[in-house]
């Protein structure tokens, strides 16, 4: 009966290496998204997947940025090439219906960049 | 374009005086509007959201969509409310994603 967990927690990486960061949401939720959270940006929309539908990706800031989210429940964000622009923390959120309501957030991954 | 804009970055006052954090709207639709609180070292979560009208934790906002507001008030501040507070809007009736402010740090003094 956990809420939205991610992992790693926390992830320092060198510029221009791959990561993924990985978002186990509430079982049985619908939606899933992904925000970032920088101090520059505030909170900023990624990309958001609803049941079988095709995601919403336009908040993804490059194309060095995707995700996926395999059988309806776990989701992945890729960042390939790193910056050290990408620094901030990454949030998942899930909601129960597509008819929206209270998203559920996880409590993040710090990734630092060097 | 939708639009979130909370003015104050930094607010502080004192415990068991009134406090309002200011959020403001643009929007072409029917939003539906949220509090969200982060309290230190932990996760976002959901305040308030305008359609349920509930008070929690002794807070309240209310829909002003003349004025295109949602100002979260308070009327006896507690040193525990000390957060950071972000507005934010979806679609009505939608799973949207959320539209953010930039938030407001609240400190509360003893």
């Known amino acids: 009966g956990a809420g939205v967990s991610q992992s790693p927690s926390n992830k320092v990486t060198e510029k221009g290496k791959d990561v993924e960061l990985r978002c186990d949401p509430i079982?049985?939720?619908?939606?899933l998204y992904w925000y970032r959270q920088s101090l520059g940006q505030g909170l900023e929309f990624l990309i958001y997947f609803q049941g079988n539908s095709a995601p919403d990706k336009s908040g993804l800031p490059s194309d060095r940025f995707s995700a996926e989210r395999t059988g309806g429940s776990v989701s992945t964000l890729t960042i390939q090439r790193t910056q050290q622009e990408d620094s901030a923390v990454y949030l998942c959120?899930?909601?129960?219906?597509?008819?929206?309501?209270?998203?559920?957030f996880g409590p993040g991954t710090r990734l630092t960049v060097l | 374009a939708q639009r979130v804009t909370q003015p104050e970055k930094l607010l502080s006052v004192f415990k068991g005086a009134p406090v309002e954090l200011k959020c403001n709207y643009s929007?072409?639709?029917?939003?539906?509007l949220f509090w969200y609180v982060q309290y230190s070292r932990q996760r976002l979560q959901l305040l308030l959201r305008h359609i349920s009208r509930e008070s929690i934790k002794g807070f309240t906002a209310d829909l002003n969509k003349g004025e295109t507001s949602f100002h979260l008030k308070k009327p006896f501040a507690q040193e525990e409310d000390s957060a950071m507070y972000y507005c934010?809007?979806?679609?009505?009736?939608?799973?949207?994603?959320?539209?953010f402010g930039s938030g407001t740090q609240l400190t509360v003094l003893p």
């Open positions: 934010a809007l979806t679609s009505a009736g939608s799973a949207r994603q959320l539209t």
């Open positions: 079982s049985g939720h619908t939606a």
């Open positions: 959120a899930s909601t129960l219906t597509a008819k929206g309501g209270e998203q559920f």
């Open positions: 929007y072409s639709g029917s939003p539906e």
